[in-house]
């Protein structure tokens, strides 16, 4: 069995193959004038993965990357894409979350859009400010309940959370004892009423830190208890359950924000850490990467138990085969500087 990452970078999609886990090659490099921050494979389909890019839609491979085709070249559609979703419940369906904030749905693999207006029927959404001035606000994660496909969770940054329970035609706001921007939202595979998200910690509205980096709901988003309060730091990205061990949950965490990690000499000062009880007890795994950098993506391997996978911002691999109680960096030469996702197949 062979491995593969699809890798988004600001710089196209990076497709990289082992044999062995061990020892990986990176065979194909595409889309390179375009910043790509998700790609997604679809589960079964290992040569068919979508790219989201930051200004010209959604794109397709059928061939491991080698070769990209936009599915509904000249016809409306999303532009600048966040976040990208394949439909658990129907591969053909996607999900395009996007800058402004704005969710496209597709029926048919990317070929024809709808955009889901109802998201503004809220009027705060459009009250919600981003602290760059370069980068509007956007929605940074769209997930599907992976029982009912008619249930939606939309993060949305720099804010809260969305949901919707029909499918897209209404939403509603979940913003109790929750005041962060949310960067990644999962639903727990035992209990689809527990829902866990990681956040930036901070409330741009009234400019600190109250905040931690990771929260949960009981009632499926009616409200939120902060996680991990045991750890200081208040940002994190990525959030993964385990699917050969949904018990376990990794994330990674950092101090401060991005742009505090470039001006000092400790960078991110970040710390993977796991939890064995479905996110309700946190530890860190000591044997893990470089602090300095930050774990943009962590994925877990869904053919190998134990196996997990975590990517640097700055483009550093690294790999365990134990659930993260050691763990190896990965000899990919990616020569990139901004790494915003991967995704894992077999074939």
């Excluded at 877990?300 to 134990?306: E, K, L, Q, Y």
Aim: aromatic letters at 10%; one cysteine or more; hydrophobic letters at 35%.
């Amino acid at each position: 069995m062979e491995s593969i990452f699809y890798i988004g970078t600001e710089s196209g999609v990076i497709t990289a193959r082992s044999r062995d886990r061990e020892n990986w090659e990176i065979v194909e490099r595409g889309l390179r004038d375009w910043d790509v921050p998700e790609v997604a494979v679809v589960p079964g389909r290992p040569n068919r993965v979508f790219a989201g890019t930051r200004g010209d839609g959604v794109w397709m491979s059928d061939d491991f990357g080698k070769s990209w085709a936009k599915p509904c070249y000249g016809k409306r559609g999303p532009g600048k894409v966040k976040s990208l979703t394949i439909d658990p419940h129907d591969p053909r369906r996607l999900y395009a979350g996007c800058e402004p904030i704005d969710i496209f749905v597709s029926e048919d693999e990317g070929r024809s859009w709808k955009r889901l207006d109802s998201v503004w029927d809220d009027p705060f959404i459009a009250t919600i400010p981003y602290p760059v001035k370069t980068v509007e606000p956007h929605v940074r994660d769209v997930t599907v309940d992976p029982t009912d496909p008619n249930i939606l969770y939309a993060a949305l940054q720099v804010g809260f959370i969305i949901k919707s329970t029909d499918r897209g035609k209404t939403w509603k706001l979940l913003n109790r004892n929750l005041d962060c921007d949310v960067h990644t939202v999962v639903v727990d595979p035992k209990d689809r009423n527990r829902i866990l998200v990681s956040t930036g910690g901070h409330d741009a509205r009234r400019g600190t830190a109250p905040g931690r980096a990771l929260y949960v709901s009981e009632d499926a988003g009616e409200s939120w208890t902060p996680l991990a309060t045991n750890f200081q730091e208040e940002y994190a990205i990525p959030l993964v359950f385990d699917p050969g061990d949904p018990s376990r949950v990794y994330s990674a965490v950092a101090n401060g924000q991005p742009g505090q990690w470039r001006r000092r000499d400790t960078g991110a000062e970040s710390t993977v850490i796991r939890s064995t009880d479905g996110g309700r007890s946190w530890e860190k795994l000591e044997h893990a990467i470089a602090r300095a950098y930050f774990p943009e993506a962590i994925v877990a391997d869904d053919a190998v138990r134990g196996g997990i996978y975590a990517a640097c911002r700055n483009g550093d691999f690294y790999g365990s085969d134990d659930g993260g109680d050691s763990w190896r960096k990965l000899p990919l030469d990616l020569r990139i500087s901004d790494l915003s996702s991967f995704t894992l197949a077999h074939a």
